[in-house]
Structure formats: C-alpha cells, structure tokens
C-alpha cells in the first residue's frame, strides 16, 4: 500500500510503501492496513504515524485540519498544518501555548477565532508531546 502525505507548504511522504498507518481521524485513530475498505475522513489534529515495508519502527509528525482518503492504491492525507519532532523547538512551543491559552483567557473571541485558537493550541500541545516521545 502506498501512502502519500501533503501540507501545502510541502510533501512529506510522496508514494512510500507502508505496512500500516495511524491518523488521528474526526472520530478517533484510524488504523490502516492494505486491503483497508475505501474511506473518507477528516483529520483531527493529533500524531500520524506509519511504518515503512520492511521496518519495525513507525515515523511519525503531527498533522491537523484536512482529510484522509483510503483507496485501493492506498493512502493519501492534506493536511494544513504538519511538524516533525525535529522542527519542535521546545521553548518556542512552550512560550506560543502560553500565549494561545492566555488569549482564551482573556480575550472576548468570536466562533472563528475561538476555534483557530483552540487548534492551534491543539497542534502545538501535539508537537510538544511528539517530541517528548521521541526523546525517550
């Protein structure tokens, strides 16, 4: 099964065969292996991971706010927004969550800027958990 993951800022995987991927779905983690049925899911922001064929460890980032769709050719993901364990600068993370949480606190936000807030706050809360993980 091949997968293929883009932000648009770039492409992260471009046709690598996988044993298996893991996307933190809308409704949960989504568990994908070959002959998987065909599906369309939007992503929620969370730690994508995949192995490679042949390989036993799984690389991961993180992904938020797009879509995943399973194919018989295999899986593709659009993701807004994707980081990687090495791009986490831990203390920037830290100071930008600060700053996000500090704006739900305080600030009068309408629906839109609430929800932006609250993903942003997600994605960085992500990376910072990636990196954790992957030190360890």
Excluded at 20 to 49: C, F, Q, R, S
Aim: glycine residues 6%.
């Amino acid at each position: 099964m091949k997968l293929s993951v883009f932000t648009p800022e770039k492409k992260i995987v471009m046709d690598q065969e996988v044993e298996d991927v893991l996307v933190p779905a809308y409704k949960g983690e989504l568990h994908i292996l070959a002959g998987h049925a065909p599906i369309m899911t939007k992503l929620n922001t969370g730690i994508m991971k995949w192995r490679l064929k042949g390989e036993t460890q799984y690389s991961k980032v993180v992904v938020s706010s797009g879509y995943c769709e399973v194919s018989p050719e295999g899986v593709i993901v659009l993701a807004e927004f994707s980081t990687s364990a090495e791009d986490v600068q831990v203390d920037q993370f830290n100071e930008e969550l600060k700053s996000q949480n500090n704006t739900l606190l305080t600030q009068q936000l309408d629906d839109k800027k609430w929800d932006e807030t609250q993903r942003r706050i997600a994605e960085l809360q992500s990376g910072l958990d990636l990196k954790q993980k992957s030190s360890h």
